[in-house]
């Protein structure tokens, strides 16, 4: 688990300028990622501008400016014009166990005896909704919006797995949770949008904001509900409240290995928090904190909501796996079989407390799929020992100075032609490539010097199955020379 201080420190603001940047910076943020979950900062960056701006604000209160994102839902960014019944309000944050601990001293403070007992439960990386059940059928789906009102989705509630058309009980309820696209949606996603022509999702935030959004689709593409609350169900705990819904077929975190667990004190607490981090990399869909709330129902109740967020729950928020960057150069590499294979230089981005400078590019089709140019910012993502791997550019944020990829005419080793007939480009030679190359470099005049041993009498010796590798060149014998073309003896 990392600790506040490897987070993404927030650098102070150090004048009104600087303060009203940040703002605009952040609002234009907020507008981007609640319009289709992209966003031009990393949500480590973002985090850490809101809290510069929080800072900033405390010192000079008479200088807040009404635009700024802080205190308010969404950032103030989201729209919708449906009214919720109930407000939806977002969480607070921490970012360490010391400030967790220092919130959870918090509430019992205001409640004046400790916690009876806390819900850890994931935080899903998606996008919150409510869906309103009449007599226990589906009626209407929304989007979080700003809070209080929300954008109409229910023409996407097909699509979505976990919510279910009609519950078990014919009972007037609305579900709270999240929708999202798990790693193999959003994997499909893409090779289905692909398949159509459309630009693949940089990530699943963002694959899951378009999805619900979009009207008309030719193709269908499938998102996952978790409930993680509900409007009409009172008088349970927050545990009972998550079998209750279960029960009435909503899908929930329960049965994942992240499922939600009541702990009894603050250490059980933070020992699920990093067991559920540890087990970030293997869930089936991402994740971006650990969400704590006070199980009982009388604490909740006791402790009330602020305007932005409930006083009894907090989100222990992760560093982010999805980082922006700026793409510098594709080099291209041939493997031991002569696979080419290219390779994303990056500008260098600290992902999840690791320097991430390269990351794979696939292949070549991979590479036109994603629409990639030099020079284009870049969605990176990277989770535990996974090789990083580029996502998408961000092609709002194009200057018009990107150069396209060049790729390349012949196999950067040997200098042969490539084989283009499959994905996966390979060097005419396969195999035999990478001898050629090391034959060459070996009898050249700085290492071994040896004379008539250039590229073609390398070629000759490896078709002939000669020589396969470098040692091979001190067991030759006459004989076998003699073999080659073009290989007479002395006279
Ligand atoms: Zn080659």
């Known amino acids: 688990m990392k600790d506040a201080a490897t987070m993404a420190s927030p650098a102070a603001l150090a004048s009104p300028d600087a303060y009203a940047d940040a703002v605009a910076t952040a609002v234009r943020a907020a507008a981007a990622y609640y319009a289709d979950g992209s966003t031009p900062l990393g949500d480590d960056e973002y985090d850490a501008l809101v809290r510069a701006i929080e800072a900033y604000e405390a010192e000079h209160p008479q200088q807040v400016l009404p635009e700024s994102p802080t205190g308010k839902v969404a950032g103030g960014a989201a729209v919708g014009d449906v009214p919720h019944s109930v407000p939806m309000l977002s969480l607070d944050n921490v970012f360490s166990a010391e400030e967790l601990e220092s919130w959870a001293a918090g509430l019992e403070r205001r409640l004046g005896r400790p916690v009876a007992a806390w819900c850890v439960e994931p935080k899903l990386d998606g996008l919150a909704v409510a869906a309103r059940y009449r007599a226990g059928r589906l009626t209407q789906v929304l989007t979080r919006g700003d809070g209080f009102a929300g954008e109409d989705i229910t023409h996407a509630a097909d699509a979505v797995l976990g919510l279910p058309g009609r519950l078990t009980e014919p009972v007037d309820i609305e579900l709270r949770g999240e ?219 194009r200057t018009g100075a990107e150069q396209p990829i060049a790729f390349p005419q012949a196999c950067p080793r040997c200098g042969d032609a490539i084989d283009t007939s499959e994905q996966r480009w390979r060097c005419v030679r396969g195999r035999g490539c990478q001898a050629v190359a090391s034959i060459v470099y070996a009898a050249g005049r700085d290492q071994l010097d040896i004379e008539g041993l250039g590229g073609t009498r390398a070629v000759q010796l490896v078709e002939a199955r000669l020589v396969a590798d470098l040692a091979d060149l001190f067991t030759l014998t006459r004989e076998q020379l003699l073999t080659l073309e073009r290989m007479g003896e002395c006279r």
């Open 179 to 397: 929708v999202l696209l798990t790693q193999e949606q959003f994997e499909h996603a893409n090779a289905v949008r692909s398949e159509h022509g459309a630009t693949p999702f940089a990530h699943p935030r963002s694959g899951a904001a378009g999805t619900l959004r979009a009207k008309d689709r030719p193709y269908r593409i499938e998102l996952t509900f978790f409930a993680y609350g509900a409007v009409g169900l009172p008088g349970l705990d927050h545990g009972e409240l998550l079998d209750r819904l279960a029960v009435l077929g909503a899908n929930t975190a329960a049965g994942t290995a992240a499922d939600p667990r009541r702990c009894t004190t603050l250490d059980d607490v933070r020992r699920r928090i990093d067991a559920i981090a540890a087990l970030r990399d293997a869930l089936p869909f991402g994740i971006d904190g650990v969400v704590v709330k006070a199980d009982a129902l009388a604490d909740q109740e006791e402790a009330g909501s602020g305007s932005r967020a409930p006083r009894w729950a907090v989100a222990r928020k992760l560093q982010a796996q999805h980082k922006v960057t700026r793409l510098l150069g594709v080099e291209w590499n041939v493997g031991r079989t002569g696979i080419i294979a290219p390779r994303a230089v990056l500008e260098p981005v600290v992902i999840d407390g690791v320097t991430v400078t390269y990351a794979t590019l696939h292949n070549p089709a991979d590479i036109e799929r994603r629409g990639l140019m030099i020079g284009d910012q870049v969605f990176v993502y990277r989770a535990g020992d996974v090789i990083p791997r580029v996502e998408a550019p961000l092609v709002d944020e």
